[in-house]
């Protein structure tokens, strides 16, 4: 959770935990979880989705198009979860206190 | 204070190294300077796919990997050290954005010209053709195949086809011209561009497409491996899905020469490899193309054929492969040939084995085993 958190911190900016499955803590040192912070316009508009991607990208280079293609979508057998909620595209907000799960499907071979 | 001393990173003098891609990993088979010992070393990116990996000829320390994990995205890896280290690609292959098109994963390294050192080039599936100019650290797409107007027809819809999708193989670079390309699309055919990929054309005569209405299109044909003649690059070999075929330029007919071949054979396959010195000499190792296509060695015999004469004639080689039950695919990346003298012939089976023969194939033994499905091995 995000308490214990500067109040001045949280009113100009957003922090988001993104959690971070397996085959990509190579980019994070092995983090399971990482914490972007992000500017936020007005409390009416939280930080959207390309946002967070694009400040992870920022913190840990190349992780971002390992799941999402060059077109800016999400890759086949990748979802990204904001809180509980499955994400249908990236432009969905991110509200405050709800973490971003990024899920690679388990299947392989 | 002073400088560390770093260990010079040379290739080995007198002995060979193999870069064996798997679906598994990346490892290196080095032999001692007989050829006749070998060690396994790795594996390095354990459980990422990796399709091809390529040594640099012209500076003898850089290796380039094409790797994909699992799920996700496509990747370069680079080692600048022979294998010691590696680093990501800050900007791996990636169609233009704006054209609907993801690569799905890079297929085919080539190191360009020798007058080019640090350029690269990649093939990909969804077929597309990307250039480095920085050895592999960034890449950028040649518009003027991926942007061709043309391009969309040779190659069909992305998404139909094989189910693991079209690849762009066989970059072929002129030892002569760093301008005059060839490429190998296997929904598409063979390509040349003599302006370093600013324009294409396909070259595609005499090479029959028995799977298409029309049997000898202009273009659409399903071209497995190409390679030079050695030496002369006015002689390219092709193993092609509907046999083998030799050009002798400045030609632009393909010449069938899989007629040499067994009928109990055939002549099809996947991989090709030439002679490193040789120009007439040349392997392949055919695949059981009938009915449904098993893909396998025929009649679970496996075996290389050799040709002396450009494919006039073709030769069984066997000694020391096992005479019955092994039903072996060897993937087009999954042959090559080292530059010793008697050439060393290398394969790699999708069953995960290695077999190496010293005497340019008329004895094989194997070198490794139990490794993942093999996807390609390159003299390093």
């Known amino acids: 959770m995000l308490q214990g958190m500067a109040k001045a911190t949280i009113e100009a900016g957003a922090l988001v935990r993104v959690r971070i499955p397996s085959p990509l803590r190579s980019y994070t040192d092995g983090a399971d979880e990482v914490v972007v912070a992000l500017p936020v316009?007005?409390?009416?508009?939280?930080?959207?989705?390309?946002?967070?991607?694009?400040?992870?990208?920022?913190?840990?280079?190349?992780?971002?198009?390992?799941?999402?293609?060059?077109?800016?979508?999400?890759?086949?057998?990748?979802?990204?979860?904001?809180?509980?909620?499955?994400?249908?595209?990236?432009?969905?907000?991110?509200?405050?206190?709800?973490?971003?799960?990024?899920?690679?499907?388990?299947?392989?071979? | 204070m002073p400088r560390p001393s770093v260990r010079p990173v040379v290739p080995p003098a007198h002995r060979v190294q193999l870069l064996v891609a798997t679906r598994k990993g990346l490892w290196v088979l080095?032999?001692?300077?007989?050829?006749?010992?070998?060690?396994?070393?790795?594996?390095?990116?354990?459980?990422?796919?990796?399709?091809?990996?390529?040594?640099?000829?012209?500076?003898?320390?850089?290796?380039?990997?094409?790797?994909?994990?699992?799920?996700?995205?496509?990747?370069?890896?680079?080692?600048?050290?022979?294998?010691?280290?590696?680093?990501?690609?800050?900007?791996?292959?990636?169609?233009?954005?704006?054209?609907?098109?993801?690569?799905?994963?890079?297929?085919?390294?080539?190191?360009?010209?020798?007058?080019?050192?640090?350029?690269?080039?990649?093939?990909?599936?969804?077929?597309?053709?990307?250039?480095?100019?920085?050895?592999?650290?960034?890449?950028?797409?040649?518009?003027?195949f991926n942007d061709h107007p043309r391009r969309a027809a040779w190659c069909g819809d992305d998404k139909a086809g094989t189910p693991d999708g079209g690849k762009l193989h066989s970059i072929l670079v002129d030892p002569r011209d760093p301008a005059h390309?060839?490429?190998?699309?296997?929904?598409?055919?063979?390509?040349?561009?003599?302006?370093?990929?600013?324009?294409?054309?396909?070259?595609?005569?005499?090479?029959?497409?028995?799977f298409l209405p029309d049997p000898a299109p202009e273009f659409g044909h399903d071209p497995h491996c190409l390679r030079f003649a050695a030496g002369n690059p006015d002689r390219i070999y092709q193993q092609n899905h509907c046999g083998l075929y030799r050009l002798d330029r400045p030609g632009d007919t393909w010449t069938d020469i899989g007629a040499g071949m067994p009928k109990s054979v055939g002549d099809v396959g996947f991989p090709l490899v030439a002679h490193p010195s040789e120009p007439d000499t040349l392997w392949v190792f055919p695949m059981d193309g009938t009915d449904v296509w098993p893909r396998v060695s025929p009649g679970g015999r496996p075996a290389a054929y050799r040709s002396l004469d450009g494919g006039r004639s073709w030769r069984?080689?066997?000694?020391?492969?096992?005479?019955?039950?092994?039903?072996?695919?060897?993937?087009?990346?999954?042959?090559?040939?080292?530059?010793?003298?008697?050439?060393?012939?290398?394969?790699?089976?999708?069953?995960g084995e290695v077999w190496g023969s010293r005497d340019e194939g008329r004895t094989w033994r194997g070198l490794a085993r139990h490794l993942p499905e093999i996807y390609a091995v390159e003299v390093a």
């Open chain 2, 316 to 351: 069984r080689q066997d000694t020391g492969f096992p005479a019955r039950d092994a039903w072996w695919t060897v993937k087009r990346q999954a042959m090559t040939i080292d530059g010793r003298s008697p050439a060393g012939v290398y394969v790699g089976t999708t069953s």
């Open chain 2, 181 to 210: 390309l060839l490429i190998g699309l296997s929904s598409g055919g063979v390509f040349e561009s003599t302006s370093a990929g600013a324009d294409w054309r396909p070259i595609n005569q005499g090479v029959r497409a028995d």
């Open chain 1, 41 to 109: 316009l007005a409390p009416e508009h939280p930080p959207t989705l390309v946002a967070v991607l694009a400040a992870l990208e920022q913190k840990h280079r190349g992780l971002r198009f390992r799941i999402i293609d060059e077109q800016g979508r999400v890759r086949p057998h990748i979802k990204l979860f904001v809180g509980l909620d499955l994400a249908r595209d990236l432009d969905v907000y991110v509200p405050p206190d709800r973490d971003v799960m990024i899920v690679a499907a388990l299947s392989g071979g």
């Open chain 2, 30 to 144: 080095s032999s001692d300077i007989a050829r006749r010992g070998w060690t396994l070393a790795g594996p390095h990116f354990l459980g990422h796919i990796v399709h091809h990996a390529v040594a640099d000829p012209r500076d003898g320390r850089t290796w380039l990997a094409a790797a994909r994990t699992g799920h996700l995205g496509p990747t370069v890896f680079r080692s600048m050290n022979r294998g010691r280290t590696w680093k990501e690609a800050k900007q791996p292959p990636a169609f233009r954005s704006g054209s609907g098109r993801a690569v799905d994963h890079t297929f085919w390294l080539t190191p360009a010209h020798a007058s080019q050192p640090g350029v690269w080039y990649a093939g990909t599936s969804p077929q597309g053709l990307f250039r480095s100019d920085d050895g592999g650290a960034t890449w950028g797409g040649v518009d003027g």
